[in-house]
């Protein structure tokens, strides 16, 4: 199994719709985890940061599930704007994180 | 704040040749990092350092050189270019701490013929 797994997509949605990504890691005492997003040909930008209780900015919610060791994103309302290109990131109690290979997100008008 | 630079952005290498990439970082960072990204491959670690003075090897380290002689600066070298360092790298630095999130640089593309 690998360490941390994500669909690549692409996952196609119209203007307004919602979508929501998962990503499974395989390390139970993983400490902390994040959502980047990278544009075509950028670099990778923090998203946001997921906490245990869940968290939530504007249109994007994220969320841990610690027991099925997954994380998600929710968009809601999805702009033309969103098409990218997200990474999620896991600190497995290391110096370093480990990054899925990305979900692709396509908005159509 | 100029947050995490690289230096160049494009390079074009011949076979053999050597070069090395800057990574510069105003943060004060303690740990930074060098990726390679491919297509379908997602973001590889090639090299890290926790400290000035101290590196590691990563996912994909063969090929490549790293020096970190001042906390702000991490150097990648290719000593001898191979067409497969086709690639864009990223650097990107954090402060120490599990919860922290890591900056990434803009990117250098390098092509290697």
């Known amino acids: 199994r690998k360490e941390v797994e994500q669909d690549p997509g692409p996952f196609n949605v119209p203007e307004g719709a919602t979508v929501a990504f998962n990503c499974t890691y395989s390390?139970?005492?993983?400490?902390?985890f994040f959502w980047y997003r990278q544009d075509c040909r950028k670099e990778p930008k923090l998203l946001m940061s997921?906490?245990?209780s869940g968290n939530e900015d504007g249109r994007f919610t994220a969320q841990l599930n610690r027991a099925s060791q997954y994380i998600s994103l929710l968009i809601r309302d999805s702009k033309l704007s969103d098409s990218a290109t997200y990474l999620c990131?896991?600190?497995?109690?290391?110096?370093?994180?480990?990054f899925g290979k990305g979900t692709m997100l396509l908005v159509s008008p | 704040n100029a947050g995490v630079t690289q230096t160049p952005k494009f390079r074009v290498l011949k076979t053999g040749q050597s070069m090395t990439l800057l990574c510069a970082q105003d943060?004060?960072?303690?740990?930074m990092y060098w990726y390679r990204q491919d297509p379908g491959m997602g973001l590889r670690l090639i090299h890290y350092?926790?400290?000035?003075?101290?590196?590691a090897k990563g996912e994909v380290p063969d090929g490549y050189n790293v020096s970190r002689l001042k906390k702000q600066n991490f150097l990648l070298g290719l000593e001898s270019a191979a067409p497969s360092q086709t690639s864009v790298y990223f650097c990107?630095?954090?402060?120490?701490?599990?919860?922290?999130?890591?900056?990434f640089g803009p990117g250098t593309r390098l092509t290697v013929l």
């Open positions: 350092s926790v400290g000035e003075g101290t590196t």
């Open positions: 943060m004060n960072h303690e740990y």
């Open positions: 990107a630095s954090r402060l120490a701490g599990a919860e922290n999130e890591q900056f």
């Open positions: 997921v906490y245990s």
């Open positions: 990131a896991v600190n497995m109690g290391y110096s370093t994180l480990t």
């Open positions: 390390n139970s005492a993983s400490q902390s």
